[in-house]
């Protein structure tokens, strides 16, 4: 196994980190504002996966059914989008629940008191 990136790094970033990073942020985010369970997330997430390969392939000539790629698109949009839910339930349930919870982190928050 050699590095992430098939071709060059910059359509790594191009392709899998702005483009599919910023489809994951924004799955993650409607996924955590309808109150959906996180598995739902994942299922998501790996269909943006696929999709991303497919722009990969489709665009740069890259490897379309290749397990290593596909593992390396799959972890960076999994933690971008797995952000992007954790920062808005956080959110909400500091908003929702005012009485009850606080802030304690970007991604976090605590019983208050």
Not at 53 to 63: D, N, Q, S
Request: charged share 10%; proline share 2%.
């Amino acid at each position: 196994m050699g590095v992430i990136w098939e071709s060059s790094f910059g359509v790594f970033l191009l392709v899998t980190v702005f483009l599919g990073g910023g489809a994951a942020w924004m799955t993650g985010r409607a996924v955590a504002q309808t109150w959906r369970p996180l598995l739902q997330l994942v299922a998501y997430i790996v269909a943006l996966c696929c999709v991303t390969r497919f722009i990969h392939y489709a665009l740069f000539g890259e490897t379309l059914l290749s397990l290593h790629y596909f593992l390396a698109d799959l972890v960076a949009l999994a933690i971008l989008g797995g952000l992007g839910f954790q920062t808005t339930k956080a959110t909400q349930m500091v908003t929702q629940y005012d009485w009850l919870y606080q802030r304690s982190g970007p991604v976090s928050w605590r019983k208050k008191g």
